[in-house]
């Protein structure tokens, strides 16, 4: 099923305990495909996309609040209490704010290729710069930047297409409004410690935006936490290796809820 609520266009599937899942930068939620038909064998499983992409509504300015706090929306408009929710890159950064505004409403946390800590100041400058470049290219200047950055070398000229076309199809005005955004985050790391919800955390082998020392620090900070390597993979962990993230989620779901 799929739907549009307060401009949040989403689709669902499945039956049993909500997993939400928050897609990265500059994708939507396509990115789940996989994972949608995979888990919703015994979970109802909701892709969202973002404020501004896919076929979401775009503003001219958001942030990471403004998508947490439009996740905790679309949650309460389907009465849904609580659900497991897990953040890829940029949806990392959402959950991190849906956690500190909304932590009622997450019941199991999944980070897979993200991290806590802000933008560095150079950090920042790129993000204004891939904006700018945006506003004088379109989406293609997103695509040309980051698709050499989502895969590893060995990823199939299938998933190749697949993201490109994904990250073309994506409205300019909100891509700079999501990458700008991102470089406004807060710093979460302090966040880590006081996470008490079941945690899984993912980091991929050949991710060269998230190396996956960052995953192991970022597990070791929260109580509990489990760490998962995805082999052969390198930023879009979920899209290279399906079947390797599929089974590391599904591990840990069986074992925590």
């Not at 506003?135 to 997103?142: D, I, T, Y």
């Not at 390597?229 to 069986?254: F, K, Q, S």
Request: glycine share 8%; with cysteine.
């Amino acid at each position: 099923m799929e739907s549009i609520s307060n401009g949040i266009y989403y689709r669902e599937q499945g039956e049993g305990e909500p997993l939400v899942l928050l897609h990265g930068f500059p994708l939507d939620g396509t990115m789940w495909d996989e994972q949608l038909a995979f888990f919703s064998d015994k979970y109802r499983v909701i892709t969202p996309d973002l404020r501004g992409c896919g076929l979401s509504e775009a503003t001219e300015t958001t942030s990471m609040d403004q998508m947490a706090d439009d996740v905790a929306s679309l949650l309460h408009r389907l009465g849904l209490r609580k659900a497991i929710v897990a953040g890829f890159s940029m949806g990392g950064y959402v959950l991190f704010a849906l956690l500190r505004r909304h932590p009622e409403l997450v019941s199991g946390v999944i980070l897979t290729n993200t991290k806590a800590e802000a933008d560095t100041e150079e950090g920042k400058a790129g993000r204004a710069k891939m904006a700018q470049s945006i506003r004088e290219q379109g989406a293609a200047a997103a695509a040309s930047a980051m698709l050499p950055k989502l895969l590893s070398p060995a990823a199939s000229e299938e998933q190749r297409n697949r993201l490109q076309r994904m990250m073309l199809t994506q409205k300019p005005q909100g891509l700079i409004a999501a990458v700008l955004a991102m470089a406004d985050r807060p710093d979460s790391t302090a966040q880590l410690g006081s996470i008490r919800v079941p945690t899984l955390v993912i980091g991929a082998e050949g991710d060269t935006i998230m190396p996956f020392s960052g995953a192991e620090a970022m597990a070791a900070a929260i109580p509990g936490a489990v760490l998962r390597r995805i082999e052969g993979a390198g930023h879009a962990a979920n899209v290279e290796r399906p079947e390797l993230w599929n089974a590391a989620v599904r591990e840990w779901l069986d074992a925590a809820f």
